[in-house]
């Protein structure tokens, strides 16, 4: 809004991969007592979360939350989770088969200025990445 008219310009959108926001711990579990089976509880970075919210609202960016390998229900699930914690800065989640995707849909999408995910995928993304440490 500017001058107190409306404005019909599209915010800017950041993309941010679920691997941003999850924690993944290893568990050992024992079972019948004594076969030990590996397991992994994954939960979401609180710090992680935080820090995407003031993102956003100090550069008034619209985020987007991408998983790669998920279904888009699962992806609608967890941003109604994210939701529930009361500190959900993501405002659509989409859900990609592989990276390859992501990367193919970026030059068609006039809206997009950043992705921000892992460092080992960084390179994909040429110069719309952006590192985690820089927000």
């Excluded at 994954?42 to 710090?47: G, L, P, S």
């Excluded at 999408?109 to 460092?119: A, F």
Aim: hydrophobic share 40%.
């Amino acid at each position: 809004m500017r001058g107190g008219d409306i404005s019909n310009e599209v915010p800017l959108r950041v993309v941010v991969t679920l691997d941003c926001i999850l924690n993944h711990r290893p568990v050992i579990n024992k079972v019948l007592g004594f076969i030990p089976v590996a397991d992994e509880e994954i939960t979401y970075n609180r710090m992680a979360l935080s820090q995407f919210w003031r993102f956003a609202e100090k550069y008034g960016y619209t985020l987007e939350l991408v998983g790669f390998d998920y279904r888009q229900k699962e992806m609608d699930g967890i941003l109604s989770d994210l939701d529930n914690l009361g500190t959900n800065p993501f405002n659509y989640a989409t859900s990609y088969n592989v990276v390859a995707d992501l990367v193919a849909e970026l030059p068609y999408r006039p809206e997009l200025k950043y992705v921000i995910d892992v460092p080992s995928r960084g390179g994909r993304y040429g110069s719309w990445y952006l590192e985690m440490e820089a927000i």
